[in-house]
């Protein structure tokens, strides 16, 4: 990647609707280069996709939480299922295995209190695998990228 991928990058991050012209009018290039650089940009995976980013709460999913979750056995079958089980969940919006403990982290989005409730106790603690959940709510989001 040179300055001027890395330029396309940067304006797409900061605005992902840009049109091409105007993409290429921000990083000094014509049409034409501008999106044959984009294009190998996307077939090279460097850009994986586009997407809107929306207000949580006018979809009814404004309560976050974090969660940070211990498994039992760290054999590579029950972590397999562990991962493939939780990622599958709608409420689950982050996933990540952690170096240390916790040994999982998950970031979950759902209506309210009550429905976490739910998904906690049905959902994640319903897998034999998990040996320890500590809950933190969010009060609020200061920065975020999404």
């Known amino acids: 990647m040179d300055e001027i991928d890395r330029a396309i990058v940067a304006a797409l991050q ?77 409420e689950v919006v982050e996933l990540r295995r952690m170096y240390s403990r916790p040994d999982y982290f998950i970031r979950v989005r759902v209506r309210d209190s009550e429905q976490y409730e739910q998904w906690l106790t049905k959902g994640l603690l319903g897998n034999p695998g998990v040996a320890r959940v500590d809950s933190r709510i969010t009060m609020k989001v200061i920065k975020s990228s999404e």
Request: charge should be neutral; aromatic fraction near 4%.
């Open 14 to 90: 900061k605005d992902g609707r840009l049109s091409n012209q105007d993409l290429a009018t921000l990083v000094g290039l014509t049409s034409a280069p501008c999106l044959r650089r984009l294009r190998k940009l996307e077939e090279r995976g460097i850009i994986k996709g586009y997407r809107a980013i929306v207000d949580q709460a006018a979809l009814d999913c404004g309560f976050e939480v974090i969660v940070h979750a211990d498994v039992g056995k760290n054999d590579g079958p029950a972590i397999a299922e562990f991962e493939q089980r939780v990622a599958a969940m709608p």
